[in-house]
């Protein structure tokens, strides 16, 4: 456990508690790097049968944190691609856990927190919540979770919402797939536990490598070489002219200076 991480556990459920709630739950190097410790403990926990992924406050996660981009913004591409190949370590760590995975959805998720709903093999959310592939408002993509996204809500969905950075509701969640239920929020906590019912059910073994059969089904090409690829991409983004002023007109509470006018 870390300030910013709760790990609890109840017999066979170990639930990681992102603990930032006063940031919206937003992450930067140190919760990434606490996030992917857990998760790395709870695999090579044989006592272990479900992961659930959840959040303290009102929001899931808004992505990245503010000081974490600041920081980033004035970093060199190098340091930009080193950061964001331990951002694509930790979602793939989510992707791949060798147990299942229910992402409890209590509020807002936005940018890298669209990524971690879509590397959970269960998504449960509430009716109210807010998504948005946001990180075009900034002149970057979601470069580093796109695999993932993508994998869930399909190709022709990730080309509109990629470029118009929408926020979309929950109820369109579940249409194009993040989302696998909504429910009301003083119903989370139960929709959670039946799915965890369900999944301590089924074979340990089966349930664990079911994501893995689903992928090498699936699936295809290097992923080393794709993580490399979209490590890459979003600091190469980062670094652009395009990504500096859109970093910067975010900080600075302002319009781009592409952004259309009212």
Request: aromatic residues 4%.
């Amino acid at each position: 456990m870390t300030d910013t991480l709760q790990v609890c556990r109840d017999g066979p459920v170990a639930t990681l508690r992102l603990n930032r709630p006063g940031l919206h739950n937003a992450f930067d190097a140190g919760l990434i790097s606490a996030l992917t410790t857990a998760l790395d403990e709870a695999a090579g926990d044989a006592a272990v049968r479900v992961v659930v992924l959840a959040a303290m406050g009102a929001s899931f996660s808004a992505g990245a944190d503010l000081n974490w981009m600041r920081s980033m913004a004035s970093a060199s591409e190098s340091e930009n691609r080193e950061d964001a190949l331990a951002l694509a370590r930790f979602m793939r760590t989510l992707d791949e856990l060798p147990k299942p995975t229910i992402a409890r959805v209590q509020g807002a998720a936005f940018g890298g927190g669209v990524g971690l709903v879509a590397c959970c093999d269960i998504a449960i959310g509430v009716t109210d919540a807010k998504f948005g592939l946001t990180e075009s408002r900034l002149g970057l993509l979601p470069a580093v979770i796109s695999p993932y996204v993508i994998a869930s809500i399909g190709a022709r969905h990730a080309r509109r919402y990629f470029a118009s950075a929408e926020v979309f509701d929950a109820a369109q969640a579940r249409r194009i797939g993040l989302l696998h239920e909504v429910v009301a929020a003083d119903a989370l906590d139960d929709a959670v536990e039946r799915q965890v019912a369900l999944l301590c059910k089924a074979g340990p073994l089966a349930a664990a490598q079911a994501k893995a059969l689903v992928r090498a089904i699936s699936g295809g090409g290097d992923r080393d070489a794709l993580d490399a690829a979209t490590a890459a991409l979003i600091a190469k983004l980062r670094v652009s002219p395009e990504g500096q002023e859109g970093l910067n007109a975010f900080l600075d509470k302002r319009p781009p200076a592409w952004a259309a006018k009212d």
